[in-house]
């Protein structure tokens, strides 16, 4: 039973637009989300994250939005760059786990 | 500061044959914990570890996989009598702290790619 859902597989956004990612979740009792990114071949990295109490954190070209009452939340890159192609898996972490709870990842392709 | 250590990168098995894969963490850190990335897959949990504990590993297979985290050494995913089905990538993360106790920010090692003949 997934708990957190990344519906879009794939993504591909032309360079200098904006990227949005989005993520579902179901359980309502976390404390943040997190993004990370993947390069193939490598570890995932961590990118940002928002608090529970909180509804956008922004970190240069990143930018979180989090909507509780549609329990959804959205990763918007702007402007978009060709480095920036990866999977971006979304994870929530609620303060009674013991893990991060991954989605299944949106692969990116930015195209010059 | 060097970061998540794995090892080996690569791994090939025959079925039946058993599969270590070694994580050092980041210094400092003492939790540990296992993820498993299935093609085609997201990353799903393991196990969680501390230094001599095992705290939860609901994720993990009941039969032929186990992990540990000794007082000394790195943490061993060990799996025995590999089928093909266990064709994976595994990574290890570690944190300074229990996920829920912060943001739950996991440092990711590169991955070990379990491939079974």
């Known amino acids: 039973d997934q708990q957190v859902k990344q519906n879009s597989p794939s993504l591909s956004v032309q360079e200098g637009r904006i990227s949005i990612l989005n993520c579902d979740y179901t359980?309502?009792?976390?404390?943040?989300f997190l993004w990370y990114k993947k390069y193939p071949a490598e570890g995932p990295t961590f990118l940002i994250s928002i608090s529970s109490i909180k509804d956008k954190n922004e970190d240069g070209r990143f930018t979180v939005f989090l909507n509780k009452s549609a329990k959804h939340l959205s990763l918007h890159i702007v402007p978009s760059q060709p480095g920036d192609s990866a999977v971006y898996f979304c994870?929530?972490?609620?303060?009674?786990?013991?893990?991060?709870?991954f989605g299944k990842g949106t692969s990116l392709l930015v195209t010059p | 500061n060097a970061g998540v250590m794995q090892n080996p990168r690569h791994l090939v098995r025959r079925r039946g044959q058993e599969a270590r894969l070694r994580c050092s963490p980041m210094?400092?850190?003492?939790?540990v914990y296992w993820y498993r990335q299935l093609p085609e897959e997201g990353l799903k949990f393991m196990v969680y570890?501390?230094?001599?504990?095992?705290?939860?590993e609901s994720g993990m297979p009941k039969e032929r996989f186990s992990a540990e985290f000794p007082k000394e050494g790195p943490s061993i995913l060990r799996i025995q009598q590999v089928v093909r089905g266990d064709s994976a990538a595994y990574f290890c993360?570690?944190?300074?702290?229990?996920?829920?106790?912060?943001?739950?920010?996991?440092?990711f090692g590169e991955g070990s790619r379990l491939t079974v003949l």
């Open positions: 359980n309502s009792m976390f404390d943040y």
């Open positions: 210094k400092g850190h003492s939790h």
């Open positions: 993360a570690s944190s300074p702290l229990r996920v829920g106790q912060a943001t739950g920010e996991l440092f």
């Open positions: 994870a929530e972490n609620s303060n009674s786990g013991y893990a991060l709870n």
């Open positions: 570890l501390q230094k001599e504990n095992i705290i939860d």
